[in-house]
């Protein structure tokens, strides 16, 4: 028992770390790279080679930037935001299975993908105290502006993620992957092709509304709010939210993986962990980080691409478009699971 906690705890601290010391800082410096890329501009060049050493610059400035708190804040809750803003991307990531075997997960619920659901939306709380407690006119508007999209397109989510688990028969991420086995058919994406790819899409649309990533990133339009919920925050408080959306990016990518592109499935996977586990979990891994960088890939992409949205457009959307549109094929599918195979 004291071993099987030891080991759980050993997972907690490894996942946090590695969201911390490999996810953010490879996304600081690969987002520059990526959108100047795009933008035909050089980016971070100067901090070490190719400017790798850029996210440890930004650590370095941002700790040692004043520590700003404005006269009339709730001083509290002030405080209180950023870590509401970022333990639920963290903690979401304990349920997600990313290798096989019986270590392949943190831990193993029942219903965990409700679980993941739930606590992805509590990050709306601290994102929304943010911008109250500054007693502050733009962070204000930047918190209402969240508030009202994140929970608008959490409905949407909701309903497509439900449809992995009605295809599986269960709410365990474990057992939702492992109906995935057996090759690129066997993914939810796939599945009554080219229906599946429905719900598919419209989980990366609903995953960059609910990160607040471009073309959806009206609660920080600088030309609009400064900086939006987080303006008036500074130094290692703003860092937080900072490393809050890195990490919530992270584990809405993961789930999109787990739940339609099978996770770590992949050639050779279970043929190797039968023959050395060590390998075969190494190799799962593998495919797992892999699949989820291509969507972290991806948001950087859409970055530098789209423009931003006027907000009615992004309500019109979440609502009129989206979660009818999610509602439909969510009927189709189960209707066609119940009556056809």
Known sequence: MFIDILIMLAKVVGA???????????????????VARIQQRYGPNRCGPLGLLQPIADVVKLAMKEKITPVNVD???YLLAPALAAVPAFMGMLFIPYSVGPHGFVTRLPVSLLFVLGISSLQVYGLFLAGWASNSKYPLLGSLRTSAQMISYELSLATVALIPALLAGSLDLVSIVDNQRGGIVAWHAMQYFPLGLLPFIMMI????????????????????LVGGYHTEYSSMK??????????????????????????????????????S?????????????????????????????????????????????LLPAALGVAVLMVALRTFWY
């Not at 946090?16 to 990526?34: C, D, Y």
């Not at 649309?205 to 609009?224: G, V």
């Not at 799962?284 to 949205?309: D, H, I, S």
Request: with cysteine; net charge neutral; aromatic share 16%.
């Open 16 to 34: 946090t770390l590695f969201v911390v010391g490999a996810v953010v800082p490879v996304m600081i410096w690969g987002e520059r790279r990526a």
């Open 75 to 77: 001083r509290g809750l």
């Open 205 to 224: 649309i609903i995953i960059h509304a609910e990160t607040n990533r471009n073309p959806f990133d009206l609660p920080e339009a600088e030309s609009e």
């Open 238 to 275: 703003f860092a937080t939210f900072f490393m809050a959306e890195y990490a919530a990016m992270w584990n809405m990518a993961a789930l999109t993986v787990v739940l339609y592109l099978g996770a770590w499935t992949g050639p050779f996977v279970e043929e190797l962990f039968a023959a």
């Open 277 to 321: 586990p060590i390998l075969g979990f190494l190799l799962g891994c593998g495919y797992f980080v892999a699949k989820t960088a291509a969507f972290m890939l991806l948001f950087v992409w859409v970055r530098g691409t789209l423009p931003r949205l006027r907000y009615d457009q992004l309500m019109n959307f979440g609502w009129k478009g």
